[in-house]
């Protein structure tokens, strides 16, 4: 008698150590599920909303954009200075010695098509919107932009030219999606 109960003991208690190991898997995928459960919600809520991603891109049409006109636009709360620029503009931009640059670089580093400049209309030395835009500003020593608080003057190519601005302004992350049609962003 004592034989069957020691191992009616004996089967028990591997039955209990099986039961017991699946009840501690089962209760710890359940508290893995409940953590994820939690989790996902303070994870999820660093996503951009949606307006801001809305602005992180903006499609501009150049069609109606004339030879030799300049226009602004807004990407990201900045003004985007697009330029279509003539022959002659492009020209004077190209000829230029970049050596002797405060900030070299080359007009075609600084455009897709030689046409068309894309320029996020920021001054580099305190964050001032330069002149230019209009016909009616005053577009500095090199006939591109004039920041008048600290007179920094930049070029057809938007290169910094004369005054405390330590670089170009700004050339954006865009893409041609058609002959007449950037995105910006």
Known sequence: MAESVSSDASTD???G????????????????????GIAWPLFDQMNPSA?????????IDLSPIELGQRVTAKWRGKPV???????????????VEVEDLPDPEPDAARVQKPEWLILVGICT???????GQKDSDPRGDYGGWFCPCHGSHYDT?????????????EVPEYIFLDDTTIRIG
Do not use: Q, W
């Not at 307006?51 to 499609?59: G, K, M, N």
């Not at 030395?125 to 002149?131: A, M, Q």
């Not at 190519?157 to 302004?169: D, E």
């Open 13 to 15: 208690g591997a039955e």
């Open 17 to 36: 150590e099986t039961r017991r190991d699946f009840l501690y898997l089962a209760a710890g995928a359940m508290g893995v599920a409940a953590v994820a």
């Open 51 to 59: 307006d801001v991603l809305a602005l992180a891109s903006a499609e």
């Open 81 to 95: 200075f697009i330029d279509h620029r003539g022959p002659e503009v492009i020209e004077k931009a190209r000829d």
């Open 125 to 131: 030395h305190l964050g001032c919107v330069p002149f």
């Open 157 to 169: 190519s938007g290169r910094i030219r004369k005054g405390p601005a330590p670089r170009n302004l």
